[in-house]
Nanobody, 113 residues
């Protein structure tokens, strides 16, 4: 039973943009912190961006490596978490995974060759 379903990854040119989405149930969306992390080949997993369990705008946290480049947002009516990736670089290549901290999705591949 998949509880977090990511979409939106793909192959994009350097400098391009993508919007990732993570859809889940209303229960998951309103009960847990939600965020994104990424796993790149040969690198440690990196937390990218997150909200607290209340989805407060002032709770948003970003990794230093993506500040000013990525934007996390949410649509409470759709129980969907988003990650806007702008000005993509080669080092942004990896699998982007949506997580509550204890539950994670399958991930979506982002490739900026």
């Amino acid at each position: 039973h998949v509880q977090l379903v990511e979409s939106g990854g793909g192959l994009v040119q350097i400098g391009g943009s993508l919007t990732l989405a993570c859809k889940t149930s209303a229960r998951m969306f309103t009960s847990y912190c939600m965020g994104w992390f990424r796993q790149a080949p040969g690198k440690e997993r990196e937390g990218v961006a997150s909200f607290d369990r209340y989805g407060a705008a002032n709770s948003i946290a970003y990794a230093d490596s993506v500040k000013g480049q990525f934007t996390i947002s949410r649509d409470n009516a759709k129980n969907t978490l988003y990650l806007q990736l702008d000005n993509l670089k080669t080092e942004d290549t990896g699998v982007y995974i949506c997580s509550t901290g204890t539950t994670r999705g399958q991930g979506t591949q982002v490739t900026a060759p």
